[in-house]
């Protein structure tokens, strides 16, 4: 461990934030593990940059990886660094970002250790999360109606189902609920969440998908269903259940990531990896504050977020 580099001077395009019982993508080369400090303080855990051979030229492709609750689920959700750590990954190159999540399913048909690609979320967090970069001097305003990247979420959505018949399920579409926590729903919520037609529920789509947005990251959350929160007749959700099927189920999971990663490092989707879709939005979106209402301390941070984009 002591002689893993702490230093990546290659820009790393693409990064994995593991969630809820995928802390780790063993099956990797590990080729250095940073420490950032950003202006938002430092990450859950240190970044590791792993190697990926790209399928169609064998050249190592630089994969971050992000544990959201830190290297021992040490972070609550509404503790997690979501500024740092998207601001961190951003840093280092990060243009793409595959974030997985356990969920609870809101619908029948969604079964534990089913998965779903999202393309929607409900904010229920509470405003107690910070979950902007632009504040206390700029303001800045983000398109949002469509909280993930479509484009690499039919990516995404491709490799899920080319494992279908491997003990993979895969539903395309989804409505996250992002509730606050750490405790689960009554059951007056679960009902309400499923009347207003969520499909999972978590409790950490929101910061990190909004950051993303703002720092030009295309992002798109896998999730595996883990129970069916308190609605359903069966037993309610507890963590037992939820690190059972996590366990139980990890290789698929795993082997969707690494789908994901196989098809990503292909050279024909250079441009989508790299986010240029979003290049130059942040430049635009934060320039609503006139020169003269700027404060230094929110350039500084923004500069070192966007280096050259504001004066
Ligand atoms: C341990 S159950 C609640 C916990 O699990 C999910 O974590 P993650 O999204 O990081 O996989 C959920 O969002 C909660 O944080
Ligand atoms: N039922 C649930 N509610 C919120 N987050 C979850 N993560 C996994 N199951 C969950």
Redesign the pocket.
């Known amino acids: 461990m002591a002689d893993v580099p702490s230093t990546y001077t290659d820009p790393v395009r693409i990064a994995v934030i593991g969630g809820?019982g995928l802390q780790s993508l063993p099956h990797f080369t590990l080729a250095a593990r940073l420490n950032v400090a950003t202006p938002w303080g430092h990450t859950s855990s240190p970044i590791s940059i792993l190697h990926h051979p790209a399928p169609d030229t064998g050249k190592p492709i630089p994969i971050a990886f992000l544990s959201r609750h830190g290297l021992h689920h040490e972070y609550a959700p509404h503790e997690v660094p979501a500024r740092a750590n998207i601001a961190a990954l951003r840093s280092i190159g990060v243009r793409s970002i595959i974030a997985f999540s356990?969920?609870?399913s809101l619908q029948e048909e969604v079964k534990p250790r089913d998965f779903v690609v999202p393309d929607q979320v409900i904010d229920r967090t509470k405003g107690i999360r910070p979950f902007t970069f632009y504040e206390g001097g700029m303001v800045g305003h983000f398109g949002f109606g469509d909280p993930f990247d479509e484009r690499l979420a039919t990516i995404v959505r491709r490799c899920g189902h080319s494992l279908e018949g491997e003990g993979v399920v895969l539903h395309d579409k989804g409505t996250i609920i992002c509730?606050e926590?750490p405790q689960?729903?009554t059951r007056a919520e679960s009902n309400l969440y499923r009347s207003w037609g969520g499909t999972v529920?978590?409790?950490s789509a929101l910061p990190e998908a909004k950051l993303a947005r703002e720092a030009e990251i295309s992002y798109q959350m896998i999730c595996m269903a883990?129970?069916y929160?308190c609605w359903h007749t069966t037993e309610d959700?507890n963590v037992e259940m939820?690190m059972g099927h996590m366990k139980a189920n990890s290789e698929n999971a795993r082997r969707f990531v690494g789908a994901v990663l196989d098809e990503l490092s292909k050279e024909e989707h250079s441009d989508q990896v790299q986010a240029k879709h979003y290049e130059g939005q942040a430049k635009f979106a934060g320039s609503i504050t006139a020169p003269a209402g700027r404060t230094k301390d929110a350039l500084d941070k923004l500069n070192w977020l966007f280096p050259g984009y504001y004066e």
């Open positions: 809820t356990a969920v609870g509730m926590g689960f729903s529920i978590n409790m883990t129970d929160d959700v939820v």
